[in-house]
């Protein structure tokens, strides 16, 4: 059977048992599939209370029934949502009698999203600001992932390419049709100052790359100091539960502990670490040698140390941010205290923590400001539109070069954009020169 035009089906709605779930059957067999499961469909995009009987006439259940006629559906194709009750013994009697018909399959993973892609419904943008979607914990991440589902991220690149495959298609002419009255002379000057200020756009986008992957990552967090210093202390109290053992002992935790909290709408990880000192003891050295690792790796690191200490203002490897908190205010000191701490707290009574939690949205708002919420948010963005600024600032910069040389490197600075989106079109560039200068006529 060929895959290709296979009929596929899933269930699309969430775990199991659920008040409502949503069977989703999309292919060239959909609406005759669903047909006969309850008799006669209702127009298209128009929900219908249908009974819905397996095909000895068993019934199996009463529910919502939508019809998306091709190419009016999420992936493009003929496609019929059930919305029946979420019994778990009620969607496997579904799943069962679809997969009776000749032609439809269970669908594989991110099937349906990747129909829409070859159908022209979502970009490869969109696809993946849909799963940061559904995956989104915190208010940022949501507004982050909405801009790039609803095309904002594809819109913007898709406008840098068009400006640089226009910049290759005048450079084309010049070159190759100069005979003709039609093709402007010496389109040099505004081409390359038009791909200055292009340059500088990827640039300036690329600078909030940072927050962008803070926003759907999580700013990255590390409590660091001696033994007992509370640091595990600390970690419960923010979290607000019993994540790490406590105790008097020095050297309790041995390995890295891990907590995500919601800081003002955003995703804060937040990680307790070993005790770091001196110590022949070998899983302890691991555990301290796996601290360091950790903050090397971190963007804000919380240097703790006992009222009346030194807190550890620089750590090998780390050049961000070092927060000095002086912890145990609610004991009292032996002697005046001859350190100055940013913070001060108590995890045992509360006292600043509220004045903590205010500093790290202070932060992060820091890192939001100047930034729209058009960020690159994911590693492959980030790059491509890296080797995309690269290969423009190669065709900008290089004014000795033929022009055939730069409009290569203008084409590579398009191509790169393009694969972001997974629009990358040859036929682009020959559809601008003939519609724009009449060549051949």
């Not at 829409?116 to 979502?122: F, R, T, W």
């Not at 490869?124 to 949501?142: F, P, S, Y």
């Not at 804000?300 to 490897?317: H, K, M, N, T, Y």
Request: glycine fraction near 8%; charge should be negative.
């Amino acid at each position: 059977m060929n895959s290709d035009i296979d009929t596929i089906f899933a269930l699309s709605s969430g775990g199991l048992p659920s008040g409502v779930a949503v069977v989703r059957v999309s292919g060239p067999l959909a609406l005759e599939v669903a047909a006969q499961l309850v008799k006669s469909l209702p127009a298209p995009q128009q929900a219908a209370v249908r009974t819905i009987r397996m095909r000895n006439g068993l019934v199996l259940d009463q529910g919502l029934i939508l019809a998306f006629h091709r190419p009016a559906s999420f992936t493009g194709e003929d496609c019929v949502e059930f919305q029946i009750h979420g019994g778990k013994a009620l969607v496997a009697a579904l799943l069962d009698e679809l997969s009776t018909f000749e032609g439809c399959r269970l669908a594989e993973h991110g099937e349906f999203s990747r129909r829409a892609l070859e159908n022209g419904k979502l970009d490869l943008v969109e696809i993946e600001g849909l799963a940061d979607l559904i995956a989104a914990e915190t208010e940022m991440q949501r507004r982050l992932a909405v801009e790039q589902s609803s095309g904002g991220h594809s819109r913007l690149y898709r406008a840098w390419a068009d400006r640089i495959t226009r910049a290759r298609a005048l450079i084309e002419a010049e070159l190759d049709f100069a005979d003709e009255e039609d093709v402007p002379g010496s389109v040099s000057d505004r081409v390359w100052a038009d791909m200055a200020v292009v340059l500088s756009e990827l640039e300036a986008h690329l600078a909030g790359a940072a927050f962008g992957e803070i926003i759907r990552d999580g700013l990255k967090v590390v409590i660091a100091g001696p033994p007992n210093s509370g640091k595990s202390s600390l970690m419960n109290a923010l979290a607000e539960r019993d994540v790490a053992i406590v105790t008097n002992i020095a050297g309790t935790t041995r390995d890295i502990l891990q907590v995500d909290l919601d800081i003002d709408g955003f995703a804060v990880k937040l990680f307790d670490t070993a005790g770091l000192r001196e110590t022949d003891e070998v899983v302890e050295v691991e555990g301290i040698r796996r601290a360091l690792k950790k903050i090397e790796d971190a963007d804000i690191v919380l240097s703790l140390a006992e009222v009346g200490e030194r807190a550890e203002e620089r750590f090998p490897d780390f050049s961000g941010s070092v927060v000095r908190i002086g912890t145990k205010v609610d004991l009292p000191l032996d002697g005046p205290c001859l350190y100055e701490y940013d913070l001060q707290l108590s995890a045992k009574t509360g006292a600043g923590l509220a004045e903590l939690r205010a500093w790290l949205a202070k932060e992060l708002h820091g890192f939001e400001s100047g930034y729209s919420l058009a960020l690159p948010s994911r590693l492959r963005h980030r790059q491509l539109i890296e080797h995309a600024a690269k290969m423009l600032n190669v065709a900008v910069g290089d004014g000795k070069s033929a022009l055939e040389v730069r409009a290569e490197f203008l084409r590579l600075a398009a191509d790169g954009l393009g694969r972001i989106t997974g629009h990358v079109d040859v036929e682009d560039l020959l559809e601008i020169i003939f519609s724009e200068f009449c060549i051949g006529k």
